[in-house]
């Protein structure tokens, strides 16, 4: 190991990572690791959970070159939080990032900071979504891990899919064209840059966040397809010319691995941040497309239609191919999955709430038998969630229902008179969970 490594693996993680270090085989180079987000996507948007209104061949390939997880859950209904969680594969209550104007602490370990001391080259690309700390400060991707970033670091700056400039590194930098064609050039240059070395991407589009807005030639595809308000301002065409420009970014990024030889030695995970919005800048297009269906909720909705997301996972020869899956995944579970996948441990110190689903992405074992937890208590919305199998603890308000997500996926009726230990079990264990909050 050179001494430069094994020094920034003793700073950043103390003697533990060194065991990490070594754990990897060594008849075989890590894979690389790249992790495609979107922003926004609701779990009826893509055509590998039915859609048929837009074709989304490269995410139809993807999923037919691995899994598709149809119980793939987000950690929060929200851009900042879910995102927080992913890095750090923790809960809102234990990484403190409990809304979109809380910063990421820098004492967080993220998943790049985790597998760089194994030999990885790492890069976030795309949206970061800063918040603010109380020295008015933020925590920049290069202080997190990150060998570099190109992107949108501010929240409302990634509203825009046709943006002016974005950051390279702390630089802005004048840019042209469309958010996902963009970020997709740089992702490319990237791979070919990382041949020989394995990489972390992470790469976080801002499709279909807030503005709708597509190049003209491919709303021209869409446009009078569906019912407008306005056809002047086709919203619904713009909504579908969006998801079809991102298959095809996504198709890019795809075909650069096929091209570079590293596609067999690349673990792809494909997911979204969170359901699908109503919010005003959606101008009602996912209302009318119904992109979260067939769940009831919405972002900042804990009900499945907040976070229950597409969730697709390749590795070719390692994750099954063409295969369908019900095991249930939660987003904090990507940070030790990586790990493991690069030939690390998780730290104890890290205190990661996901578990390393690894061995059950590729097809070996089965999920946990597990409670999961969600909090969503800011913006009047006031909901918490606990979920075991296929019960559903869900609490709005301060009213509590019970729900059997998979015979009942809309939650529709409540079984909480039919089942009232099952009720009583998961009420109890989610108070013992928000009592482990930290308290800044």
């Known amino acids: 190991m050179p001494a430069h490594t094994r020094r920034d693996a003793l700073r950043l993680f103390g003697a ?10 060594a008849e075989a180079r890590r894979p690389n690791l790249l992790f495609i987000y979107t922003d926004d996507l609701g779990w009826g948007d893509v055509s590998v959970n039915g859609r048929a209104d837009w074709p989304m061949p490269n995410l139809d390939r993807l999923a037919s070159q691995g899994t598709l997880f149809t119980r793939w859950y987000t950690a929060a209904p929200l851009c900042a939080p879910s995102r927080a969680c992913l890095l750090t594969g923790k809960h809102t209550i234990h990484n403190t990032v409990r809304n979109n104007s ?9 998943i790049a900071e985790a597998v760089k001391p194994l030999g990885y ?70 791979l070919r840059q990382k041949r020989d070395q394995p990489f972390f991407l992470y790469l976080a589009y801002i499709e279909p966040h807030f503005y709708v807005e597509a190049p003209e030639e491919d709303v021209a595809r869409f446009r009078g397809k569906f019912k407008e308000k306005d056809p002047n301002e086709p919203y619904n065409a ?12 996504i198709g890019r990024v795809l075909r650069v691995l096929d091209e570079t030889g590293q596609a067999e030695n690349t673990l792809v995970v494909f997911s979204s941040d969170n359901g699908a ?26 009900e499945e239609g907040g976070i229950r997301e597409p969730g697709i996972v390749r590795w070719p020869g390692k994750v099954p191919a063409g295969k369908k899956s019900d095991e249930i995944v939660h987003m904090t579970d990507v940070f030790p999955s990586f790990v493991s996948a690069g030939g690390g ?6 205190k990661v709430d996901g578990v390393n689903m690894l061995e059950v992405w590729m097809g070996r074992a089965k999920a946990p038998d597990r409670t999961l937890f969600w909090e969503f208590p800011i913006e009047g ?42 009720f009583k079990q998961l009420d109890k264990e989610l108070k013992d969970w928000l009592a482990t909050a930290v308290r800044l």
């Open 16 to 25: 533990g990572a060194l065991s990490a270090l070594t754990a990897a085989p």
């Open 102 to 110: 809380v910063d990421l602490p820098a004492s967080e370990v993220t």
């Open 121 to 190: 080259q790492t890069a976030q690309i795309g949206k970061w979504h800063r918040g603010k700390r109380a020295d008015g400060g933020f925590t920049h991707p290069l202080d997190q891990g990150f060998d570099s970033t190109f992107g949108y670091l501010d929240a409302r700056h990634a509203w825009e899919h046709f943006p002016k400039q974005l950051w390279r590194g702390r630089e802005s930098v004048p840019v042209s064209g469309f958010s996902a064609d963009i970020l997709t050039d740089e992702a490319a240059k990237f």
């Open 238 to 249: 713009r909504y579908a010319a969006m998801l079809y420009r991102l298959d095809a970014a």
């Open 277 to 302: 919005t109503f919010e005003a800048g959606n101008k009602g297009a996912s209302w009318y497309h119904d992109s979260n269906r067939p769940f009831r909720g919405q972002k900042r909705s804990l």
């Open 345 to 350: 441990k998780v730290d104890p110190q890290w």
């Open 381 to 422: 919305y006031n909901m918490h969630a606990a979920m075991r199998g296929d019960f559903k603890l869900l609490e709005i308000g301060g009213n509590k229902f019970l729900y059997n997500v998979r015979e009942d996926p809309q939650e529709r009726r409540t079984l909480a008179p039919e089942y009232p230990e099952v």
